[in-house]
T-cell receptor
Framework: KAGVTQTPRYLIKTRGQQVTLSCSPI?????VSWYQQTPGQGLQFLFE???????NKGNFPGRFSGRQFSNSRSEMNVSTLELGDSALYLC?????????????FGSGTQLSVL | GESVGLHLPTLSVQEGDNSIINCAYS??????FIWYKQESGKGPQFIID?????DKRQGQRVTVLLNKTVKHLSLQIAATQPGDSAVYFC??????????????FGEGTQLTVNP
């Protein structure tokens, strides 16, 4: 079974631009979560999607948004990029159901904002 | 100027020794805990998990201990190998009212195994 796939692997953008990152979960996993990882803040939760609905949201500004499609694939978007948005963005999927909190992570998209 | 950021705890061990990585968690209501290993350039990889109704759980070469009284979690790696060199994160699950789930991660520990 293929793991969580994230594209692109690397991105370089300039301040003020917007970016869209893509994630394909493990087959059969219907929940997708996004995390931001930086040396300064560690791993921070962005949001979780299930059945095309945002179920949970972290403490990030409205410039960070996401969506999920009917095939469970997810995208996240960051608008008006700032230098501080440079980070590794990690997508994770899991099975829904009681006791299924285990997240499976992709390799991430490394975003550099210049 | 000096950069401000998380100071990653480090642990250096000799190959073949046992390693113990510690973690303090914050939410006494958390009911699920998990350890991840992250190698350079990769996403976090699941190692072992434990529920709050347990004190200890063993896997292959790894053991997780949970002390709810002092909100402490530890990961023990037996016969540490060079391939175990990585950053190790603990995480706690905070169940959300919306039936969602979110993991709160610790700062991580850099484990270095010397041959």
């Amino acid at each position: 079974k293929a793991g969580v796939t994230q594209t692109p692997r690397y991105l370089i953008k300039t301040r003020g631009q917007q970016v869209t990152l893509s994630c394909s979960p493990i087959s059969g996993h219907r929940s997708v979560s996004w995390y931001q990882q930086t040396p300064g803040q560690g791993l921070q939760f962005l949001f979780e999607y299930f059945s095309e609905t945002q179920r949970n949201k972290g403490n990030f500004p409205g410039r960070f948004s996401g969506r999920q499609f009917s095939n469970s694939r997810s995208e996240m978007n960051v608008s008006t990029l700032e230098l501080g948005d440079s980070a590794l963005y990690l997508c994770a999927s899991r099975n829904m159901g009681q006791g299924n909190e285990k997240l499976f992570f992709g390799s991430g998209t490394q975003l550099s904002v210049l | 100027g000096e950069s401000v950021g998380l100071h990653l705890p480090t642990l250096s061990v000799q190959e073949g020794d046992n390693s113990i990585i510690n973690c303090a968690y914050s939410n006494s209501a958390s009911d699920y805990f998990i350890w991840y290993k992250q190698e350079s350039g990769k996403g976090p990889q699941f190692i072992i998990d434990i529920r709050s109704n347990m004190d200890k759980r063993q896997g292959q070469r790894v053991t997780v201990l949970l002390n709810k009284t002092v909100k402490h979690l530890s990961l023990q790696i037996a016969a540490t190998q060079p391939g175990d060199s990585a950053v190790y994160f603990c995480a706690e699950n905070s169940r959300q009212e919306t039936s969602g789930s979110r993991l709160t991660f610790g700062e991580g520990t850099q484990l270095t195994v010397n041959p």
